[in-house]
């Protein structure tokens, strides 16, 4: 059941998208990295110190994105039919905050473990959510919100502010 945001109801459906990246860092990342010949070449380097910080600050947007997403009482599973287009918070400064974060964790922890191999995951991913943002999710929007989401759109970039 949705939230109502006009009385305080939160949709903590929400949330459960927070694993998605989390898992990404913690599982997906680590196996691909285990590989062999997925090193970058540069353990311990300039490079690699990236990692963490681009860890932290993806999770940090998917956090903030799907905490958007449940205050306004709407689950942001492509699959659901949205009730309210939502443009608070993270989603104030890109449409895709959430695939954002996941994408910039992911290519964090490529850079954190030294594996080309999740790099490219993090950019295999990109490619995915941008496919699937343009040819699905945003042609759904226009039909569902017209001009609102036009407006939305031209205030606010599809992925990085």
Known sequence: MRGDPTTGGVDRR????ALAPVVVVLAVAPALGSLPGAGLGVTFGPVQLLGPPLVLGG???TGWSVHSFARAGEPPSPADEPGRLVTRGALAYS???LYLGTVLAAGGAGLALDA???VGYA???WLVYHLVTVYYEEPELRDVFGEEYERYCEDVSRWVP
């Open 123 to 125: 950019a295999l991913l």
């Open 14 to 17: 929400a949330y459960l998208f």
């Open 59 to 61: 999770l940090a947007l």
């Open 95 to 97: 449409r895709n905050p």
């Open 116 to 118: 080309l191999v999740v």
